[in-house]
């Protein structure tokens, strides 16, 4: 493959510093170390450095955390969006978005080509990929792990030794994760086995829920159109709003999943997540909507919930098809305005209340005492007219 600059997703970690390295022995042309913030817990000088000490051309790190909140979490949240009953989607909703960003940074750069670390058993480098061929199919794509022959912690560390690329003398992290300003994801090790529970000292997000406060924390969150626009009152942007949700909720032990997923490639994977903030936003959604969205409505959104989340799963953001779903869903959220008061408590999520200007539920209709707006009576013919076809199939069974 003829390539004249290549810019890879750099995360500082052994894989990408051994890719960026070979890379360039590889291709023989300048690699750029891009990286992505989307609001993981990192030391950025220190993997500037050290991607310009392994031999990057340039070391680009983008700030993508507000458009990432902004962009991508909250109109999937609109959706409700949720994969396989239980999964709110954190890692496969950055990879689109890092994707993005390396695009334009190819274009910005006069790159050619886009490499990313991801493995040839995963889902990352689907979700990558499409990402690349949905914006600029034009982009040659390398992913070393389908190709070369470094196929073992072993003998990265040998290659990184020989190209003195540091390695870390700590132990290594006994599992894989994956953070973002959503969620914190852990894979391997002990989790292989489905049997182990994850050690307590794994978590980082949320506190033990038997270490939770004894007391519940009561929470208020307004929407507008399905969007969190404030916090007890106090309007916030979208990121510092997020950030303020996973504060509370993770000091309440709320959030936390241990799941066997299906992934897009055919194998089924343990992931245990923390996603505290966003537990609390889709438990709140979910309980407004119940107030000021029509019954048929819900349901014709609620069947394309499960093809939505798992388009975002697969990697298919940008796709006509989830854009075409996007618009659906975002009309169903014009009437869902209002608040809801949130009961937190060791690991429990609740609402405990709820108002909005476009409620649907209506008092008088619905009480048990005396009222002058429903004539009982009328439920018989109803009952009878629903029950006429089965009357019909008893009658032909006799």
Same mark, same amino acid.
């Given at each position: 493959?003829?390539?004249?600059?290549?810019?890879?997703?750099?995360? +500082?970690?052994?894989?990408? !510093?051994?890719?960026?390295?070979?890379?360039?022995?590889?291709?023989?042309?300048? %690699?750029?170390?891009?990286?992505?913030?989307? @609001?993981?817990?990192?030391?950025?000088?220190?993997?500037?450095?050290?991607?310009?000490?392994?031999?990057?051309?340039?070391?680009?790190?983008?700030?993508?955390?507000?458009?990432? %909140?902004?962009?991508?979490?909250?109109?999937?949240? $609109?959706?409700?969006?949720?994969?396989?009953? !239980?999964?709110?989607? @954190?890692?496969?909703?950055?990879?689109?978005? *890092? @994707?993005?960003?390396?695009?334009?940074?190819?274009?910005?750069?006069?790159?050619?080509?886009? !490499?990313?670390?991801?493995?040839?058993?995963?889902?990352?480098?689907?979700?990558?990929?499409?990402?690349?061929? &949905?914006?600029?199919?034009?982009?040659?794509?390398?992913?070393?792990?389908?190709?070369?022959?470094?196929? !073992?912690?072993?003998?990265?560390?040998?290659?990184?030794?020989?190209?003195? *690329?540091?390695?870390?003398?700590?132990?290594?992290?006994?599992?894989?994760?994956?953070?973002?300003?959503?969620?914190?994801?852990?894979?391997? &090790?002990?989790?292989?086995?489905?049997?182990?529970?994850?050690?307590?000292?794994?978590?980082?997000?949320? %506190?033990?829920?038997?270490?939770?406060?004894?007391?519940?924390?009561?929470?208020?969150?307004?929407?507008?159109? +399905?969007?969190?626009?404030?916090?007890?009152?106090?309007?916030?942007?979208?990121?510092?709003?997020?950030?303020?949700?996973?504060? /509370?909720?993770?000091?309440?032990?709320?959030?936390?999943?241990?799941?066997?997923?299906?992934?897009?490639?055919?194998?089924?994977? $343990? +992931?245990?997540?923390?996603?505290? +903030?966003?537990?609390?936003?889709?438990?709140?959604?979910?309980?407004?909507?119940?107030?000021?969205?029509?019954?048929?409505?819900?349901?014709?959104?609620?069947?394309?919930?499960?093809?939505?989340?798992?388009? /975002?799963?697969?990697?298919?953001?940008?796709?006509?098809?989830?854009?075409?779903?996007?618009?659906?869903?975002?009309?169903?959220?014009?009437?869902?305005?209002?608040?809801? $008061?949130?009961?937190?408590?060791?690991?429990?999520?609740?609402?405990? @209340?709820?108002?909005?200007?476009?409620?649907?539920?209506?008092?008088?209709?619905?009480?048990?005492?005396?009222?002058?707006?429903?004539?009982?009576?009328?439920?018989?013919?109803?009952?009878?007219?629903?029950?006429?076809?089965?009357?019909?199939?008893?009658?032909?069974?006799?």
């Amino acid at each position: 493959m003829d390539v004249k600059k290549i810019v890879l997703a750099y995360s +500082g970690g052994l894989d990408t !510093s051994v890719i960026l390295k070979w890379l360039e022995e590889e291709y023989e042309c300048p %690699v750029i170390a891009y990286a992505a913030d989307v @609001g993981q817990t990192e030391d950025w000088d220190a993997i500037r450095k050290k991607g310009m000490a392994t031999g990057a051309e340039k070391v680009i790190i983008s700030d993508l955390r507000q458009e990432f %909140v902004e962009d991508y979490i909250f109109p999937a949240f $609109r959706c409700n969006a949720i994969y396989e009953g !239980s999964y709110l989607l @954190g890692t496969s909703l950055a990879r689109p978005i *890092i @994707g993005k960003e390396q695009v334009r940074i190819a274009h910005a750069e006069g790159a050619d080509a886009v !490499s990313h670390g991801a493995t040839g058993k995963g889902n990352d480098q689907v979700r990558f990929e499409l990402s690349y061929l &949905g914006i600029d199919p034009s982009l040659k794509i390398i992913a070393p792990w389908r190709i070369w022959d470094l196929n !073992s912690r072993a003998k990265l560390e040998e290659f990184a030794k020989k190209h003195n *690329i540091p390695v870390p003398t700590t132990k290594k992290n006994p599992y894989s994760s994956d953070e973002n300003i959503l969620h914190i994801s852990f894979e391997g &090790g002990l989790l292989e086995d489905p049997w182990n529970e994850p050690d307590e000292d794994m978590y980082k997000l949320t %506190v033990s829920p038997e270490n939770a406060p004894d007391k519940p924390t009561y929470v208020e969150i307004d929407f507008e159109k +399905g969007n969190p626009v404030a916090i007890n009152g106090e309007r916030m942007d979208p990121l510092p709003l997020l950030t303020a949700l996973n504060k /509370v909720a993770g000091a309440n032990g709320v959030g936390r999943l241990d799941l066997l997923e299906n992934r897009f490639v055919g194998m089924k994977s $343990r +992931g245990v997540y923390e996603t505290p +903030g966003g537990t609390l936003l889709r438990n709140a959604h979910r309980d407004l909507e119940t107030m000021c969205m029509d019954r048929e409505v819900m349901r014709i959104r609620d069947s394309l919930v499960p093809r939505y989340a798992e388009l /975002v799963y697969n990697g298919f953001w940008f796709s006509p098809e989830r854009e075409l779903l996007q618009v659906t869903m975002d009309e169903s959220q014009k009437t869902v305005n209002g608040t809801v $008061r949130m009961k937190l408590y060791k690991g429990n999520c609740v609402s405990v @209340g709820k108002k909005s200007d476009y409620s649907l539920y209506q008092e008088s209709f619905a009480t048990f005492e005396e009222d002058t707006v429903y004539n009982q009576a009328d439920a018989g013919g109803f009952i009878r007219l629903n029950g006429l076809r089965l009357q019909i199939i008893a009658m032909q069974k006799k």
